[in-house]
């Protein structure tokens, strides 16, 4: 079954802190994979994509990785910033029937 | 370059009504994709239309359903409203949506909040 699973579901840590999140999937065949970050009460925004044959992708103080043989991805966030706190969803795009999956999302606060 | 719209932002509807939502995709963009967010189930994909063709479908019953026009405009409708339609309802665009083996950023709406009583 075509699937992404976050870790954690939830995240609490002090500004200024680096943190990871975590993302598996067992979806086949991969075309590629991203990360989105959303605001409360706001549609989700690109933070970074990454295909088969790209192993690491950074956007400011945000670093994706991807190991395609585990089917895992992880994002980074470093020197956290109290506009971090949002849910960073995770997706898996399949390369047959353009499918996309969606992981629940891990929901990140900062505390100052 | 103006984001992408949607509209109405918020919506309250009883059970067995329809409703009609509208989304304005980025200038250029021809693929537009609608999903359903809820606190349970996260983002779900509902439907991806490409020059006013559905290319992609979701596992959403036939009460959801929605068309694209001439100008890549979609409308998304839902009838007989059940309570648990209640979510948030995004539309994305992107210059060609989901090519295969190909990498293509969607840009998401604010959302409709939909709320059904």
């Known amino acids: 079954k075509n699937q992404v699973e976050q870790s954690p579901q939830s995240l609490i840590i002090l500004e200024g802190k680096n943190c990871t999140l975590q993302?598996?999937?067992?979806?086949?065949?991969?075309?590629?994979l991203r990360w989105y970050k959303q605001d409360t009460g706001r549609g989700p925004v690109s933070l970074t994509i990454?295909?088969?044959?790209?192993n690491t992708k950074s956007n400011g103080r945000y670093t994706a990785t991807l190991d395609a043989d585990t089917k895992q991805s992880s994002l980074h966030i470093t020197a956290s910033q109290l506009s971090d706190s949002a849910s960073y969803i995770c997706?898996?795009?399949?390369?047959?029937?353009?499918?996309?999956?969606f992981g629940k999302g891990t929901r990140l606060h900062i505390l100052p | 370059k103006a984001g992408v719209t949607q509209t109405p932002r918020y919506l309250i509807k009883t059970r067995g009504q329809q409703v009609t939502l509208s989304c304005s995709p980025i200038?250029?963009?021809?693929?537009v994709s609608w999903y359903q967010q809820t606190p349970g189930q996260g983002l779900q994909f509902l439907f991806e239309?490409?020059?006013?063709?559905?290319?992609n479908k979701g596992n959403f019953p036939g009460r959801f359903s929605g068309r694209q026009f001439s100008n890549s405009r979609s409308e998304m409708n839902v009838s007989t409203l059940e309570l648990g339609d209640s979510a948030l309802y995004l539309c994305?665009?992107?210059?060609?949506?989901?090519?295969?083996?190909?990498?293509?950023?969607?840009?998401f709406g604010p959302g409709t909040r939909l709320t059904v009583l």
């Open positions: 994305a665009s992107s210059p060609w949506g989901q090519v295969r083996g190909e990498s293509d950023t969607q840009y």
């Open positions: 993302c598996n999937y067992t979806v086949s065949p991969f075309s590629n």
């Open positions: 990454m295909t088969f044959s790209e």
């Open positions: 997706v898996v795009s399949m390369n047959r029937d353009d499918k996309i999956i």
């Open positions: 200038s250029g963009h021809r693929s």
């Open positions: 239309y490409f020059s006013e063709t559905q290319r």
